[in-house]
């Protein structure tokens, strides 16, 4: 039975795709052979079984006044995930930010969140900004 709505883990996503003890339900497995494991594609709300044909994950803007836009699709009801955002100016050193989100329901299970990053992160430069996704404590 598939899920329309409520609640989500990594296990219920999975069940959607893949019959219970396939080795394709793994975490880890990438069976669409799109270099994204079955964890990223359950965080950024894709289909485990279309290759993604090297789309972003994510799309970065910035509007003219300065302000720093993050936006990705994830689950709209994940119960095992957090979403955190760092910043680096150098690919080595990593600073954890805020930012203000503002979410769109795409369907019942998916969403689209727009993060606006922290002010500060204007004023560096050679920005880089990455989203760091884990499982959330129950
Ligand atoms: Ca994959």
Sequence with gaps: MLATSGPQNYETWSAQFFP????????SADPDLDDLENLQEYAFARDPDVHSGGASLTRFSQLPNGSCYLTYRRPRSATDLSYLYEFSNDLKTW????????????DPLV???SVRLDYR???KPGLFIRIVVRPSPF
């Design 111 to 113: 969403e689209e969140v």
């Design 20 to 27: 219970a003890g396939s080795p394709d339900a793994l975490r």
């Design 95 to 106: 600073h954890a930010t805020t930012g203000t989100e503002s979410r769109t329901p795409l």
């Design 121 to 123: 992160l204007q004023r």
